[in-house]
């Protein structure tokens, strides 16, 4: 059984102009790191022209489908019907992400099948700690 999950996903970026600029991003959840997940976005997509990663707690994630959530660099919250939107805090700006919660709950659901919540010490290596 693989030990990573990886779901590829369509976000929309809300800029300060009046649009929104839909960018291809990734999920991620690797039983290794079992509390966290990461959230990738191509080159394309960034100010800097590099691939951004950002990391984040998993239950973050499943907490901010179903009402606000955080209140450090990332914070999640449902949107109207089945949108969550995602946003990133750092000192070059805010970046919002708009999601299909389908999409999100699909992706804790396999995240969940690898690593129960409430059981992720189980698959942590006190060792190589």
């Known amino acids: 059984m693989s030990t990573v999950i990886e779901q590829a996903f369509q976000a929309r970026l ?41 990391a984040f707690a998993r239950e973050l994630l499943a907490e901010g489908v179903d009402g606000p959530a955080g209140i450090g660099d990332v914070r999640v919250r449902p949107y109207g019907y089945d949108r ?17 919660t389908s999409e999100l709950r699909r992706f804790l659901e396999r995240a969940q099948r690898l690593v129960p919540a409430g059981r992720e010490h189980q698959y942590l290596d006190w060792e190589g700690l």
């Open 14 to 54: 809300v800029a300060s102009a009046p649009r929104m600029e839909t960018v291809p991003a990734t999920l991620r959840y690797d039983r290794e790191d079992p509390y966290a997940v990461s959230m990738a976005f191509p080159p394309p997509a960034t100010l800097e022209g590099v691939e951004v990663s950002w």
């Open 84 to 100: 969550t939107v995602v946003e990133f805090h750092a000192p070059e700006g805010v970046a919002v992400v708009h999601i299909r």
